[in-house]
Structure formats: structure tokens, C-alpha cells
């Protein structure tokens, strides 16, 4: 069932078992996991169906920091705000994180999950299922195909499938919840504030507002906030009522730790592959809806980034670069008879480099409440998120490996137009907001246990990305999923307490 | 086309697209007492070589002398421990960068003997 929020009578309770606040990839993947089954869920979606000017205008807020290509824009840019959230922005990557993402490194602070990958790998099949594509196994031998050789696997890197399944949440599971018995999406209906118990130990409600001023209150046994990276903790920090520094922020953890990925899409590289190596495998397109699409990634192999203390990064291959100017013409050519005997120079395949880089889960770099309110009366957002050296000298350190590599190797030569101590003019972003409630078991260095229940509070849970204690090299997306199906089985038992 | 070019010799051979190199450091390639050596290959675009040779030589002006280039290009090889020298540039790190190409600093002192030897430009004297 979709109900607009805007056409409920005035001060009107919904009750429900579950309310989810916030219907993008982890609310729709939650509400739909339950669909048909015997617990009523509330849904809140502050959106409609389409991007709206007034709603999405509720993400406007101020940035702080070092990146010089990130401004205020990005705070209403890299987010939407209707129904199935940023997924209509999600260039479809799918990858689970790597073992070495969960576990506590000694080189980067702050690091390590509450748990090992293997405790999520049912959850990524799962997650696989629910995206109707293949799975990630290592023994699967759709991905093990000799036509597709891996090529940069060895010592010093691996390969890695991503798959590619940009689904439009919104689109795509629009009817299912219109036809639910068991689900009520309320569109237009934004969270503004979590009602917790006097003691502070539980939620009791949710208190909801329409643009068009509408208010009203729900009613649960348990919460889930799952309205992205930067909303889950300004709904958290404005939740003021009863605790001056807002819900679940005993220990002054909620909005710190921002991480994003450092992305730089074209201003490193182009590598260069001679032409008689497959590479097939290793060209992405993005944006596809093509199911079965897959892609290898290079990644550093984790004993490289243990010696040489690099972040976590990946390297995507993007098509053929079109515009090869006249002295990356002779570099290939006069490499070409170094590099190859008795052979007729062929023109080498060329490829746009994307890397991605984890970054440092830094205290600092924090989402907190401005003075500026929004037209709900919500306090606005003040982001402050600057890169470390650490981000710059792995993504550094990854080009002059693969550079060493591919010309040792005799496959080809990597171009790095842009120095080092530049690199950081080049640094863009995946619009992909994480850490800011992070999952610990220790309440004094997470927000949230390892179930994604806020510390201290009984019933209140968090879906997202804002739980990563890391963000490891891949799109969040999809672990974002893996999580949100993990969650699932967790509240069908506490819900079942609850009865 | 074959030149002689200061107190070693130098051999610039062309047939079709391909050039061989000789380098000596006698007299000449028909030296039989000479530590001749081939630093020798097929480069099949001259032009590109030229290029990035006349690249190098723009940003290492002091070695615009083809002795000297000769004598840091070091002891006698052959075409096959050049290409060997190359890589162990890229595994060792000793690079230039050209234009935002990290490349060999062996392969662009040896695209610059070859822009040198072609133009007949010679500094030694």
C-alpha cells in the first residue's frame, strides 16, 4: 500500500510493528525482504516517486575541508531524496568487501568490523539473489571462464568481479509495495525527530511532517533509520528532546568518522595494453542494466598493502580512451619494439583509469547540526571532511606498482600526468557517504553494536553505510544490501521477543 | 645511411621502416678488435623515437652530446640487454618523466642518440 502522507488527517497515529525511516537501497531492501509476511511494517519515504525541488532542497548544508572539487553543492548533489533514494544515482557496482576490509590493521586507525567477511557471506549470496546476478564465490566457475584469463593476478595484485546491476530501487519495487498486505509506504513523510522513552532507553515514536504541513506520529516495537550516511546522523543529532546531544550520542560518536572514497576518474593514467593481451574482461560500463555484465577490478593483493601500509583501492578500466595525443602516440610506438621482437606494431588497447581509495576513518572528518534551519525546522548540516596523505600516497603507490609491473612485464606503460603533491587537486568522490554512526561492540568506540542497534537503545536499529567501521575499495551498495538482508533476520527474531 | 660520428662510431642503418643501431667504442663495427658493441633493434617509427628523444634531450640539456649520452648508456650491449636494462629501469625506478610518461631512463637516452645521430648534430667537438 502507498499513502501520500500530504493527504493524512491531521495528528494521526500509525502503528505498525516495524518503521523504517527512509525508503532508498536498505529501507526497500528490508521492506521488501518482509513482504507477505506477518509483521506490518511502516514505511517512510520523504520523496515521491520523483525527484522533487522542495524535498531534495532539505539536503542543502555547508562543507569544510581540503578537497578543493568538493564545495556546498555536494551535499544536495550526491544525494536523492525520493523514492529508492541514491540508488537513481548508482552506477550499478556490486562487489563484496575484501577480507582484509574487516579486519583491525595496524596502519590504519581505527579500523577492523566487529566481525570477519566470512560471518557476511551468506548475506552477499543472498544479496546476489536479490539483485538477480551470479555470485562472487571463488569456485564459481562462470568466473574462472579460460577464455577470460585473469592477467594482473599474482604476488603484487588480484583481480576482482564486479558486477554491474544498476537497479533503480524506486522503479523497481514500486508495485511490490503497492501490492503488500503487510507494507504501508508513506510518501512525503519526513522523520523529524526520534521520541525516545524519558529514560532514553527506547524509542516510542517517530514524529512526521509534510512540507505541506501535515504532522503525525508513529508507532513501532522497533525503528530503523536508514536514510543514508549524512540524514541517519542528523536525524540522531536533532532528536534533542530528552538528551541535549541528541539519540544514541552518549560518547560523542554520531556524525564523526565521514568517510567517502577518493575517486580519481581520469586524471591519472591512460594505461596502455599491448594488443595481443585479452583484455576483455577488464572494460566497464557502467549505468547498464544489463544483468549478467561483469567486470574485472585490479586490486592491490593484501600482503601489498600490508608491506607498503596502503589503504584499501581499486582500479576499474574504463573504455577506450578517444583522445590519444601525439606523444602518447610515440610513446606506444617506441616502446612497442622494446617491449615486443619481430612483430608488426599494432596500436595497444588504451583505457581510462578509475581508482578508488578507502579512506582513513578519521574523528574529524564529522557531519554536525548548523544554526540554519530547513523548511521543516530542521536543523541544517555542516560537513567537515578533509583527505589525509595516507589517501594520496596509496593511490600513489598503486600507480608506480602497476607502472612497474606492466613495463617489467612487457604488457604495456601507465602515464601519471599528474605529480604526487597534486594529486589531491584530481581527488573527486563516489557519492558514497559512510561511518558516521559505525558499528562497534565497544559503545564508547561505535554508535551502533554488531547487529546495527544503536547503543543503549533497545529498539532502535541503523541500515547503511553509516555502519561501516571502514569502507574498503568496492561501492558500498552492495554490502549495504548484504547488511540490510542480515538485519531482516535479525529483527524477525527481536520482533518475535517483542510479541 | 650510416654516419661516423666523433671518436666512437656510430651506425644508423635503415631499411624500410626498420633501423638498426651500432654503437662502438673503437673505431667501427668492422673492428674486430674493438669491445664493439650492438645496442641494436627495430625501431619502426623513427619519428616517434626522434620525438621523444628530442623530449629528453629538452629536459636534460647537459647530455645533448651523443659521447656523453654514449658513455651514460654504459658498457657494451646488445639489443636484448637493452630491452633487459629497460625493465629493470621500471623495476628499480629509474625513470623520467616526459610529458606525464614515466618512461626508462635507458630507452629515452636511447631515443636521444637516435634524434642526435639523425639530425648530425654533434657537441663532442
Known amino acids: ?499 | 645511411m650510416m654516419a661516423t660520428i666523433s671518436r666512437r662510431s656510430f651506425l644508423l642503418t635503415a631499411s624500410g621502416t626498420g633501423v638498426c643501431l651500432l654503437l662502438s667504442n673503437a673505431c667501427s663495427k668492422n673492428d674486430a678488435n674493438a669491445p664493439a658493441m650492438m645496442l641494436g633493434g627495430n625501431f619502426q617509427d623513427l619519428a616517434s623515437v626522434k620525438l621523444i628523444g628530442r623530449e629528453y634531450l629538452k629536459l636534460t640539456p647537459e647530455e645533448n652530446n651523443l659521447d656523453r649520452l654514449i658513455e651514460l648508456l654504459g658498457p657494451a650491449r646488445n639489443w636484448e640487454s637493452l630491452r633487459q636494462t629497460v625493465r629493470n629501469d621500471f623495476r628499480h625506478d629509474r625513470l623520467v618523466n616526459l610529458q606525464g610518461w614515466p618512461i626508462s631512463v635507458t630507452a629515452a637516452r636511447t631515443y636521444a642518440v637516435v634524434a642526435l645521430a639523425e639530425s648530425g648534430l654533434d657537441t663532442t667537438k
Request: charge should be neutral.
Open chain 1, 1 to 499: 500500500m502507498i499513502i501520500d502522507a500530504r493527504q493524512l488527517p491531521g495528528n494521526t497515529t500509525l502503528d505498525a510493528d516495524l518503521c523504517i525511516v527512509g525508503a532508498g537501497v536498505a529501507g526497500l531492501t528490508i521492506a521488501t525482504a518482509l513482504d507477505r509476511s506477518n509483521i506490518s511494517v511502516c514505511l517512510l519515504e520523504s520523496g515521491g516517486h520523483k525527484q522533487e525541488a522542495d524535498t531534495q532542497d532539505l539536503y542543502r548544508g555547508e562543507y569544510e575541508g581540503n578537497i578543493p572539487a568538493v564545495g556546498n553543492g555536494y551535499l544536495k548533489r550526491t544525494r536523492r531524496r525520493y523514492l529508492g533514494g541514491t540508488s537513481s544515482l548508482w552506477g550499478g557496482f556490486c562487489r563484496p568487501l575484501e577480507k582484509i576490509d574487516f579486519e583491525e590493521r595496524d596502519w590504519v586507525p581505527n579500523s577492523g568490523w566487529p566481525f570477519p567477511r566470512d560471518h557476511l557471506d551468506p548475506y552477499y549470496k543472498s544479496a546476489s539473489k536479490f539483485m538477480g546476478m551470479g555470485t562472487f564465490d571463488e569456485d564459481n566457475p562462470e568466473l574462472n571462464d579460460p577464455e577470460f584469463p585473469s592477467q594482473f593476478s599474482g604476488d603484487v595484485f588480484e583481480d576482482k568481479v564486479f558486477r554491474f546491476r544498476a537497479t533503480r530501487f524506486g522503479s523497481e519495487y514500486r508495485q511490490q509495495i503497492a501490492d503488500s498486505p503487510n507494507i504501508s509506504l508513506y510518501l512525503h513523510a519526513n522523520a523529524t525527530e526520534i521520541v525516545t522513552t524519558q529514560s532514553g532507553a527506547a524509542v516510542e515514536g517517530i514524529e512526521v511532517a509534510t512540507l505541506t504541513g501535515t504532522r503525525a506520529r508513529v508507532r513501532a516495537k522497533c525503528y530503523v533509520l536508514a536514510t543514508g550516511g549524512i540524514e541517519n546522523a542528523r536525524l540522531l543529532l536533532a532528536s534533542n528532546t530528552i538528551n541535549e546531544q541528541g539519540v544514541g550520542n552518549q560518547h560523542d560518536l554520531v556524525g564523526r568518522y565521514f568517510m567517502e572514497h577518493s575517486v580519481i576518474r581520469s586524471g591519472l593514467g591512460p594505461l596502455f595494453v599491448w594488443d595481443d593481451i585479452p583484455m576483455n574482461l577488464y572494460r566497464v560500463r557502467c549505468y547498464d542494466e544489463d544483468r549478467d555484465r561483469r567486470a574485472e577490478f585490479i586490486y592491490p593483493h593484501a600482503g601489498t598493502l600490508q608491506s607498503r601500509k596502503m589503504l584499501s583501492v581499486a582500479l576499474a578500466l574504463h573504455l577506450p580512451e578517444k583522445t590519444v595525443g601525439d606523444f602518447d602516440r610515440a610513446i606506444m610506438k617506441a616502446s612497442f619494439d622494446l617491449d615486443k621482437t619481430n612483430k608488426i606494431y599494432t596500436d595497444p588497447q588504451v583505457f581510462k583509469m578509475l581508482y578508488m581509495c578507502e579512506q582513513v576513518p578519521n574523528p574529524a572528518n564529522r557531519v554536525t547540526l548548523t544554526r540554519d534551519k530547513d523548511a521543516l525546522g530542521m536543523p541544517r548540516v555542516k560537513l567537515r571532511w578533509s583527505l589525509s596523505d595516507h589517501e594520496v600516497r596509496t593511490i600513489s603507490q598503486f600507480t608506480s606498482l602497476l607502472r612497474q609491473w606492466v613495463a617489467v612485464r612487457r604488457y604495456g606503460r601507465v602515464k601519471q600526468p599528474i605529480p604526487e603533491d597534486s594529486l589531491m587537486q584530481a581527488m573527486s568522490w563516489g557519492c558514497h557517504h559512510m561511518g558516521t554512526t559505525r558499528m562497534h561492540r565497544d559503545p564508547k568506540r561505535g554508535v551502533v553494536n554488531e547487529n546495527c542497534r544503536v547503543h543503549g537503545l533497545e529498539n532502535l536499529f541503523i541500515a547503511g553505510s553509516s555502519v561501516y567501521p571502514t569502507s574498503g575499495a568496492a561501492n558500498p551498495t552492495f554490502t549495504i544490501i548484504a547488511l540490510a538482508l542480515r538485519m531482516t533476520d535479525h529483527l524477525k527474531t527481536k520482533l518475535k521477543q517483542f510479541s
